[in-house]
């Protein structure tokens, strides 16, 4: 397979220089990844964590609390001496992958989770003065272009100086290529270290979150780390619960509100302002086949190439139809319609796509040729270096608005204010929570114009509504309408829904009923935001939510049990039912923090299922994979053997 479609290596400007400071500079990288984290574990933790002896809840919490804000100083030390777009161009030419140094995961969520630290510490932490660290190819010099490395590491590979001078000279030629201006064997070895003070900041979070939970702790100094004590929670609910999140789960914002499929389309046309392009991490990646766009013959191949993005489709409209019930709110906190940011998303999309010069270009092939070669830049860096400043993006997406025929042109001060909402500034740097995952900016100053990412589009939707509440009848009645749907477009047959009426006892409200032969399942909508401190474990937010899900729980299961005894009232029947089964479905995964029922049913599946899990649970009988992959040991668990 390889030798008929051999894999596709590309060599960018910086492969040479990159792949010669790994040489030279390895045990000083591998130091800082993982031993500067560790000596300021051992002097700003361990004796803080150790005075707490065995120790839990929120006297645990608040001393790792502590000691994450000094990981993030030191992150804003290092970060703060270039760019947040000259980190970004730095860090996204490194392999989405963590060194095995680290002792702990490195599994792909593992990844995409210590990435998004660090580029939220770009964001939060870089230097929106500095201009000069990036700039044109034409303004580098062969001694000095990237430090010397690039020439050192050119005259190894080709053998001789003269031929490093001439493939320089060619990289030359390639006028409006942007490269890193001020770069120095130090920023290399400092981009590995900010990696591991990610990881460090990762993995703290992850121990708060199982505090949390309910875990206790103590410090061991031999491995400068926790043992974990009296597990309130059995040690397989985290386990299973990892592997639920890393299977795929569609989309939500923290509001709680889902959309199934929100890419699908039969006409999706990126160019249509109601469709949206998205790049999302490939971590650890391999070599994969894909299309292979080549500009000399102006065609397309196929070739096996590891890249670090893929790229998603999304249905704005899908996204606002489905968050409507949030517009007003929205534009009382911000001042801003949620159908114009809805825009500037999609002006982010277009441009990063179609980069604004290509309807310059003469010709359709020209377009097309300048559009694949993006494409082909966006696979590998997730980002679009636009040349448009705001003012001028601003001009330009209000022409192409009216061109494609946009349903609702805004006008120019809306739009400026929109593209400034999703923009990074220094106002809106104050606005960013490393532990939180957002504000996510999608436009990022660069240049004298804007680096336009495309992989931050997914996450700033996520955590849009930030900071405003949604009124849980509104709320829950579209998250209802959303799951009912989703059931129905899979040929399910949703059997009832609404109010369940008795002759001599009080009604019941049922989401959904689902037949499915002689079974009855009934399905109880479960849809609560998340707070932002649910994403590093605080103590009182995981009991409160706790107690939601539990009264949810009772509310399903009580239901069944007057079904089982009652199936027939004034404005139902269902006595055509050999079974009654119930579930409860949330946009998130949620934690189980016990393997019995009601969290559990005997056969080991959850009785608390995100939506994607419930669809495949009603429509193909498959319980979640991780509750299948992990059945001997749950088995194993509630019996007590283990």
Known sequence: MFQTRPYTVQIFYHTRAFRYLIRKLRSEIHRRLRDVPEAFRSAELAGAFTALGDTGGEPAWQTLRAYLDKVEER??????????????????????RLSEVHDGKRDDNTVALV??????????????????????????????????????????DLGSKLKAKREFESLRRTRKSVVMLDFQERDFCEVFEIEGWSYEYWRISALMRSIGKGTGARWNPEINWVDYIDHDVPPLAYEIYDRRIGEGTGFHTRLGTWLDRPGDSDRFDPSKPIDAYFAVLNPNPEPEEMPVWNSQEMKAGVGYQAV???????????????????????????????DAVMFAVWVASFFGIHTG??????????????????????????????????????????????????????????????????????SSQGNIALWSGGKRPIFIPSLTGILIDLAAIAPFLTSLFFGLRKTQQAGGHAFEDTVRNALSSRGLDVC????????DEDPRELDVGVRIGDRLILVECFSYELPVDYEIGKPSIFETRK?????????????????????????????????IEWRVVSPFVEFAWNLNEPLFDEAGIPRLLQVRELIDYLADGKPPAATEALKP???RAIQGIS
């Open 633 to 635: 040991l749950f088995q």
């Open 115 to 156: 990435r998004r630290i660090a580029e939220l510490a770009y964001a939060k932490h870089g230097d929106l003065a500095r201009t000069d660290d990036l700039g044109l190819m034409v303004k580098v010099r062969l001694r000095t272009f990237l430090g010397g490395a690039w020439y050192e590491a050119a005259s190894d």
């Open 547 to 579: 107690r939601f899900i539990s009264g949810k729980l009772d509310q399903a299961k009580s239901l069944a049990k007057r079904l089982t005894r009652h199936p027939a009232g004034t404005n139902f029947d269902f006595s055509w039912a050999a079974s």
């Open 357 to 426: 010069a290509t309807s310059l270009l003469r010709t359709k092939e020209q377009s097309l040729d300048r559009t694949l070669q993006n494409w082909d830049n966006v696979l590998y860096r997730g980002y679009t270096m636009g040349a448009l400043n705001l003012d001028l993006l601003c001009r330009e997406a209000i022409w192409w608005a009216k061109a494609l025929q946009h349903e609702h042109v805004f006008s120019e001060a809306e739009v400026r204010a929109a593209l400034e909402f999703i923009a990074l500034s220094p």
């Open 308 to 338: 670090n993005f893929h790229m998603g489709k999304f249905s704005l409209r899908a996204f606002r139809e489905q968050n409507s019930f949030m517009a007003e709110a929205f534009k009382a906190k911000h001042g801003i319609e949620l």
């Open 75 to 96: 992150l804003a030390a290092l970060v703060g001496r270039h760019s947040p777009s000259y980190w970004l161009h730095l860090h996204r030419r490194l392999a989405p």
């Open 496 to 503: 009832f829904q609404g109010k369940l009426k008795w002759k």
